[in-house]
């Protein structure tokens, strides 16, 4: 296990980037204790030589080691590469002073792990404007909508048809589960909606009708206290496909989409906020790539064709940092976990049961499961738009230690669990065409 932890270039990027910190601090001791750097300016002096030459370092390591090969010309070193890791290392230290720190401390994180998570957040945020920009090779790769997490090596050696396959030999690839999928249920928490659940429903009964699509609307009445439940009870008398249930569970986001995952019939499922935020068109989009045989459908609303409409300030700020932080410690390509809107075949819900969160950190739990599980997904733009009525549920500052709570919960699991939870694949096979 030591020795693949070794071959993990996240683990080589940590360690190189501990001997430069251990550099730094034995250079400025050096020049301040032993040169006689004492006055201020000197120790400004030495400061910036030991961080300059602690920067070369790592510089060199990382290129060395973390991202071997590549370019290694004086113009592409000294004229791209170098400025660009300065930029990157700067850009990851004023990220953690003038954002993450202020937004911890506004959410009320505790200081040890406000430190902690904004140490590991500047450097996850280095490292990916490394991979990305510095070091990597400037080569176009052919792209496969298809992501396998990282750590996924028992599911992988179990069933060779799970690796990954190289697209420059095969052009095409698509999985074939046993049977086409049959009912599509559409699964809405609904906490206090009278004033657009009604527009919320028909407009996706409307769309999946004349897609021919069979499907079933369960909305999950979270207890509420205006009218939600007596609209949801003739929307089930009008429309035989529409039917809801009363939350047995406590109060809350999380035990609501809990209450609706127990309680649907069909072969597939997605998650549909009750406010209209999320564009009926794409449940077709997300079916019609759930038919090719994945076992999840994400949606993102920050990729190309993805689209964001009034969505608060405040809040995408948080977001965009939430999903950075998830993006890298998981290794993901995959950018907008925190986002409700997901579709999955019945197994998948099966297979990451049972669900621990109470409340909207059940947006992230249910997709990193299925990813660290070994569940097969692709990646499709969306539209999302702020509700035009109504109060929105999430309270960012109470979620902050949730979110985080379940995120560290699952990335334990990736790391520790030995692939005891990942899922097998007996019946499936690629069936791929080739170019």
Not at 137 to 155: F, I, K, Q, T, W
């Amino acid at each position: 296990m030591l020795k693949k932890l070794f071959r993990q270039r996240g683990f080589k990027f940590i360690v190189g980037g501990g001997v430069a910190a251990a550099l730094n601090l034995l250079l400025i001791f050096s020049m301040i204790e032993l040169l006689g750097f004492e006055t201020p300016i000197l120790r400004n002096v030495a400061n910036a030589v030991s961080i300059e030459i602690s920067l070369l370092v790592s510089f060199f390591i990382y290129r060395i080691w973390v991202w071997p090969g590549g370019i290694w010309t004086a113009r592409e070193v000294l004229w791209r590469q170098l400025p660009l890791y300065h930029i990157s290392a700067g850009v990851a230290v004023a990220a953690r002073i003038f954002i993450v720190f202020p937004t911890l401390d506004w959410l009320q994180v505790n200081y040890v792990i406000n430190t902690l998570v904004g140490v590991l957040l500047s450097a996850t945020l280095n490292y990916l404007i490394s991979d990305r920009l510095v070091f990597r090779n400037r080569v176009n790769y052919p792209n496969s909508e298809l992501h396998y997490p990282e750590g996924l090596a028992p599911a992988l050696a179990d069933n060779s048809s799970l690796r990954r396959l190289n697209l420059g030999q095969i052009g095409q690839a698509q999985f074939t589960h046993a049977g086409q999928l049959g009912v599509l249920s559409i699964v809405i928490p609904a906490y206090n909606e009278e004033g657009c659940i009604v527009e919320t429903v028909e407009s996706i009964s409307q769309l999946l009708e004349q897609n021919k699509i069979d499907y079933e609307i369960l909305i999950v009445n979270d207890n509420s206290r205006d009218h939600t439940e007596e609209l949801l009870r003739q929307l089930s008398f009008q429309n035989r496909k529409v039917r809801y249930v009363n939350n047995y569970y406590p109060n809350g986001f999380g035990f609501a989409v809990r209450c609706g995952l127990d309680n649907f019939q069909g072969d597939a499922v997605a998650i549909v906020m009750a406010d209209s935020s999320d564009a009926p068109e794409d449940i077709v989009d997300y079916y019609h790539k759930l038919q090719e045989g994945y076992d999840c459908v994400f949606g993102s609303r920050f990729i190309k064709g993805g689209k964001v409409i009034d969505y608060p300030s405040h809040k995408l700020m948080i977001n965009r940092l939430a999903n950075l932080f998830i993006q890298i410690i998981f290794g993901l390509n995959f950018n907008d976990t925190t986002n409700a809107f997901k579709m999955y075949r019945r197994e998948v819900i099966d297979g990451i049961s049972p669900l621990l969160s109470h409340h909207f950190n059940l947006t992230v739990e249910v997709p990193l499961k299925a990813i660290v599980r070994g569940y097969s997904y692709t990646t499709i733009p969306i539209t999302w738009r702020n509700r035009k009525t109504g109060v929105s549920k999430l309270k960012i500052k109470e979620m902050g230690s949730r979110y985080l709570f379940i995120v560290l919960y699952v990335f334990l699991e990736k790391m520790l669990s030995r692939g005891d939870y990942v899922r097998k694949y007996p019946q499936q096979q690629i069936q791929s065409k080739v170019s």
